[in-house]
């Protein structure tokens, strides 16, 4: 059932699953609607390059979810993120041969109002303008003419208020634009064709790149294991990055630039030696990680993609805007991202 667009989705999915600038840990996320009535959605915790012809994703009836964001009454006395992820769940069916019992992406409600393919990931690209005071002009320089349409939302809580917020967008628009530029978040690009969907996410990364004049360069992730849950950073980026530039574990707290940050990072981050799962040597500028290896794998993705942002920023004299701490605080506490952040401890 649905071979072709099953296809598409784990291909597309794994192409940039594979990638750590565009994808940190088990962030990102992308879906395909199948029909008139499903949509495959990544499921949440899973990585993009972990996903399958049959595995990774969950099945959802998202003309449901759409009529749920148009009909929702904000006056009424409801827990909307609690409510939201109910009815998501409720309306999530299992096909044969798929695994049961996993929960969709925390993101799966704005998949549901775009184009039939779908890609949301945190580039270091999109996010170099997402999360710095001047990426909007910058984007809006590169893409307001596009002939695909942008538009770039502000920063929104993810999940119920942040689909929300892009139903509200897309309303205002007579035609839905395909790039989508989350502040302080990532990107969104979505297309009825499947090649044009693969297409547009790189196009809008290379599009960054050569306006800011930037090389093309992303340097992967590497952890050598150096004990029992033990791993030291052999990323190239991070060598130096912390050796001697007081940027301790003060410092990530307050340079947290995304919500995924938010999650792998704030109050994760030590210095010296081992008080945490990630543990800043100020003096030899070592990151060592004290955790299993698919949590330090993330955390140190996130580290590169964090750097790799800084660094880029600070070349290019734009100011980089982390997030606000009630915003933090929010994140930390979600139960959504709770459930991600167990999914890391198997
Ligand atoms: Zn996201």
Redesign the pocket.
Known sequence: MFEKKLKQFAKMSQALGVRADYAQGG???TSVKLNDEFMAVKASGYKLKDMKVDDGFVVIKYKEIQKYYAEVDLESDTDFYKDSTAFVKANTVTLPGLKDGMRASV?AGFHSLVYDYVL???SVYANLLCCTKEGKSIADKIFGKSEYGYAWVPYIT?GFDLTLGIKHLLDDHDVMPKIIF?ES??ILVSSDDYDECVMLHEMVSEAILEELDLPNEFEYVGLEETGEDTFVSKSEILKGYFKGTGRDSKWFEANIL???QAAYLSGNVADGCCGNKININGGTGEVIYKTNYKEALTMEESIVALAYIMENAKAKKMTPVPMKQEDIDFIKNWEGVKYRKNLLKK
């Open positions: 962030g990102g996320n993101e949301h990931t945190h993810p989350m978040h990532g995304y919500p995924d």
